[in-house]
């Protein structure tokens, strides 16, 4: 294993984590149990004690404690950024975004969120630390957070990675399989509130996505690739969500006169164009990679959407349509 990913080991990562507990402390001028730290940033509550002795003793940090509470004194820190209220709650925003696209415990993704509630308003930082404190109690998962270090280091360094990816749920009988992967970009969706792996895949020849939560063991490998992340981010913009390794179709979908304001007010992909009809109605049209993703959107407005193009698309959902009202029969 690489020595950066050995987060409890070198020196670097020994400093790189005061300053993750030095700005959790910032960002809770009342105080915060050692353990509620230890949950934010990764690691044992014992880690933190022995942390904060440190980072008093040799850093020279002016910490306070009382009643179990851990904090810094006022005005330690500086915030490094200024931006305008804009700019800002455009940070917030994506973040908050963020924070629904995962279920899984990140501490990265913890850290982060406190770094920047540093330089946002009081307003929208009070909100970012309540969604910081909610996020912290849910289960740790180490195997994810280890994983996901791995594929970051291999995207950041362009280095090979090797994955054993295990089965979907819908076919769980199914044998986990090694691949050789080239970590081309990581991608949040907020529908499945998951993150994905898209990356070429060297033993099948072909751009794949994998979900993280299904990679059972991530190692890199000494082996780089070129960058093409233009191509890439080009291709992803067909991705109705984050698949975009299939073929481009075009979809048609008539909306119900009831619903029609509601889709037009939305751009849903960027190559939709959408009609009105004279009767109220609207047509929507968009040529996507794949059918999977926009059929589940499509699913979702019921009896108020038709599919008109492709045929395949429209007997599938037409299929799914009748099983869910023969399940309500």
């Given at each position: 294993?690489?020595?950066?990913?050995?987060?409890?080991?070198s020196?670097?990562?020994?400093?790189?984590?005061?300053?993750?507990?030095?700005?959790?402390?910032h960002?809770?001028?009342?105080?915060?149990?050692?353990?509620d730290?230890?949950?934010?940033?990764?690691?044992?509550?014992?880690?933190?004690?022995?942390?904060?002795?440190?980072?008093?003793?040799?850093?020279?940090?002016?910490?306070?404690?009382?009643?179990?509470?851990?904090?810094?004194?006022?005005?330690?820190?500086?915030?490094?950024?200024?931006?305008?209220?804009?700019?800002?709650?455009?940070f917030?925003?994506?973040?908050?975004?963020?924070?629904?696209?995962?279920?899984?415990?990140?501490?990265?993704?913890?850290?982060?969120?406190?770094?920047?509630?540093?330089?946002?308003?009081?307003?929208?930082?009070?909100?970012?630390h309540?969604?910081?404190?909610?996020?912290?109690?849910?289960?740790?998962?180490?195997?994810?957070?280890?994983?996901?270090?791995?594929?970051?280091?291999?995207?950041?360094?362009?280095?090979v990675?090797?994955?054993?990816?295990?089965?979907?749920?819908?076919?769980?009988?199914?044998?986990?399989?090694?691949?050789r992967?080239?970590?081309?970009?990581?991608e949040?969706?907020?529908?499945?509130?998951?993150?994905?792996l898209?990356?070429?895949?060297?033993?099948?020849?072909?751009?794949r996505?994998?979900?993280?939560?299904?990679?059972?063991e991530?190692?890199?490998?000494p082996e780089?690739?070129?960058?093409d992340?233009?191509?890439?981010?080009?291709?992803?913009?067909?991705?109705?969500?984050?698949?975009?390794?299939?073929?481009?179709?075009?979809?048609?979908?008539?909306?119900?006169?009831?619903?029609?304001?509601?889709?037009?007010?939305?751009?849903?992909?960027?190559?939709?164009?959408?009609?009105p009809?004279p009767?109220?109605?609207?047509?929507?049209?968009?040529?996507?990679s794949?059918?999977?993703?926009?059929?589940?959107?499509?699913?979702?407005?019921?009896?108020?959407?038709?599919?008109?193009?492709?045929?395949?698309?429209?007997?599938?959902?037409?299929?799914?349509?009748?099983?869910?009202?023969?399940?309500?029969?």
């Open positions: 294993m690489s020595p950066m990913l050995d987060r409890e080991g020196k670097w990562d020994r400093a790189a984590r005061f300053l993750r507990v030095a700005t959790v402390l960002a809770h001028p009342q105080g915060i149990a050692a353990q730290i230890a949950d934010q940033i990764g690691v044992s509550k014992r880690t933190v004690y022995r942390d904060l002795q440190a980072m008093e003793m040799d850093a020279d940090l002016p910490i306070w404690q009382d009643k179990g509470r851990w904090g810094l004194e006022s005005g330690a820190f500086l915030p490094p950024l200024a931006l305008t209220l804009p700019e800002a709650t455009t917030f925003l994506a973040a908050r975004l963020l924070a629904k696209a995962t279920d899984e415990h990140d501490p990265e993704l913890l850290s982060a969120f406190v770094k920047l509630a540093a330089i946002l308003p009081p307003v929208l930082a009070e909100h970012l309540a969604t910081v404190d909610a996020y912290a109690s849910t289960p740790r998962n180490e195997r994810f957070t280890r994983i996901l270090r791995v594929l970051t280091m291999g995207w950041a360094e362009r280095r990675v090797e994955i054993d990816y295990g089965p979907g749920v819908y076919d769980p009988g199914k044998a986990p399989r090694r691949a992967v080239r970590p081309y970009a990581i949040p969706s907020a529908h499945t509130r998951a993150l994905y898209i990356g070429w895949d060297e033993s099948r020849q072909d751009r996505t994998f979900k993280v939560e299904r990679i059972l991530a190692s890199l490998t780089t690739f070129p960058d992340a233009a191509a890439i981010e080009r291709d992803m913009l067909a991705a109705w969500d984050v698949i975009s390794d299939e073929p481009l179709t075009r979809v048609e979908v008539r909306f119900s006169a009831e619903v029609a304001a509601r889709v037009a007010e939305t751009r849903w992909h960027p190559t939709q164009d959408v009609e009809l009767d109220g109605r609207l047509l929507w049209r968009a040529t996507v794949g059918l999977l993703e926009v059929r589940i959107w499509i699913l979702g407005w019921g009896a108020d959407a038709e599919v008109l193009e492709p045929v395949a698309l429209r007997e599938t959902v037409a299929a799914e349509l009748e099983r869910a009202a023969a399940t309500y029969r």
